[in-house]
């Protein structure tokens, strides 16, 4: 099996990227922060602080998450329930982040996610898939923007769903995540030595999508 690893910070547009490569290539994509996001959506719907470690840890065997691929894309499952639209909220995002650094949290997905890797070509991205999950895929990329980049996406991507949201607090929330995510102590928000970086500025999501592709063919190469 071929893994391709996208990595970088939130509104990097990496899902989006991932998403285009694997369609390119004919790969299972495996949105890994939408399984972070169903477990901060059920702490949030349990009234759970996601950044307390003890009280997260109890709850932690009443969660089940799973991934299904239908026609329409991924869906994602949180205790048998479909909730692929109530995880994009900015609330879900940040309890995510802060649960994402609970060890106990990241052992209950790594299975998850590697048995994916093993039974098909993927293209997976998160924040710790080309240094933790997957340190030996055959190609790691790691994706990103300026904050105000990241900012204007996001606000973009909200209001393109009917949720409006402040320019000035999106670019807070991603700076603040940004902190969480690079200062946790557990698989922390870095690229792996053997990435790939891509500033994605000032590029579009076709061009984006074309310099992956490209990338991915050229390390398939000697696969076959």
């Known amino acids: 099996m071929?893994?391709?690893?996208?990595?970088g910070p939130a509104g990097a547009g990496k899902s989006s990227a991932a998403k285009a490569v694997a369609k390119a290539l004919g790969f299972v994509y495996v949105d890994t922060g939408a399984l972070y996001r169903a477990v901060g959506l059920y702490l949030l719907r349990n009234g759970v602080d996601p950044r307390d470690e003890s009280a997260?840890?109890?709850?932690?065997?009443?969660?089940?998450?799973?991934?299904?691929?239908?026609?329409?894309?991924?869906?994602?499952?949180?205790?048998?329930?479909?909730?692929?639209?109530?995880?994009?909220?900015?609330?879900?995002?940040?309890?995510?982040?802060?649960?994402?650094?609970?060890?106990?949290?990241?052992?209950?997905?790594?299975?998850?996610?590697?048995?994916?890797?093993?039974?098909?070509?993927?293209?997976?991205?998160?924040?710790?898939?080309?240094?933790?999950?997957?340190?030996?895929?055959?190609?790691?990329?790691?994706?990103?923007?300026?904050?105000?980049?990241?900012?204007?996406?996001?606000?973009?991507?909200?209001?393109?769903?009917?949720?409006?949201?402040?320019?000035?607090?999106?670019?807070?929330?991603?700076?603040?995540?940004?902190?969480?995510d690079t200062e946790r102590a557990a698989a922390p928000l870095k690229p792996a030595e053997d990435s790939v970086l891509l500033e994605t500025d000032s590029m579009t999501l076709g061009e984006v999508t074309d310099a992956l592709v490209a990338l991915a063919r050229e390390r398939m190469a000697p696969h076959g």
Request: charge should be negative; aromatic fraction near 4%; include cysteine.
């Open 56 to 180: 997260v840890r109890a709850v932690l065997p009443r969660i089940t998450v799973d991934l299904a691929h239908r026609e329409d894309g991924q869906h994602v499952f949180l205790c048998g329930e479909d909730v692929t639209d109530g995880i994009r909220t900015p609330e879900v995002s940040m309890a995510a982040s802060a649960c994402s650094a609970i060890p106990a949290v990241r052992s209950l997905l790594f299975s998850l996610q590697t048995g994916m890797a093993e039974r098909y070509n993927v293209v997976m991205d998160g924040r710790d898939i080309g240094t933790v999950v997957l340190p030996n895929a055959g190609l790691k990329i790691f994706l990103t923007a300026s904050p105000e980049a990241r900012a204007e996406r996001r606000c973009r991507e909200l209001k393109e769903r009917g949720t409006p949201v402040d320019y000035a607090e999106t670019l807070a929330d991603v700076i603040r995540r940004d902190r969480q």
């Open 2 to 7: 071929f893994a391709i690893a996208i990595d």
